[in-house]
């Protein structure tokens, strides 16, 4: 079975960081894209990063770029998410996902962020 665990979530002040972790199993790990959502209380699910299996190449939305960084280590079949600056904006439930052609097919649990000013 395809399992995704995200871990790394806490409180954390306006500006500190935080790395969340997810580890998988289940899959061949490097086969696939992976990426980290978030939901914030009243607002729908935001795709934030994504990763590539084949070459690491990656994606930021704009509302993280430059503070956020995506990265992955094959070996341990895990995806890492750095969070840099974080702002009281970020506080949300955050996942991690697999991709299949285009969208995400297999969803973590939540880590949950919260940023406080």
């Known amino acids: 079975d395809v399992q995704l665990q995200a871990s790394g979530g806490g409180l954390v002040q306006d500006g500190g960081s935080l790395r969340l972790s997810c580890a998988a199993s289940?899959?061949?790990?490097?086969?696939?894209?992976l990426g980290w959502f978030r939901e914030a209380p009243g607002k729908p699910r935001e795709g934030i990063s994504c990763?590539?299996?084949?070459?690491?190449?990656?994606y930021y939305a704009d509302s993280v770029k430059g503070r956020f960084t995506i990265s992955r280590d094959n070996a341990k079949n895990t995806l890492y998410l750095q969070m840099n600056s974080l702002k009281p904006e970020d506080t949300a439930m955050y996942y991690c996902?697999?991709?299949?052609?285009?969208?995400?097919?297999?969803w973590g649990q939540g880590t949950q962020v919260t940023v406080s000013s």
């Open positions: 289940g899959f061949d790990f490097d086969d696939y894209a």
């Open positions: 990763i590539s299996g084949s070459d690491s190449s990656s």
């Open positions: 996902a697999r991709y299949g052609l285009a969208t995400p097919n297999y």
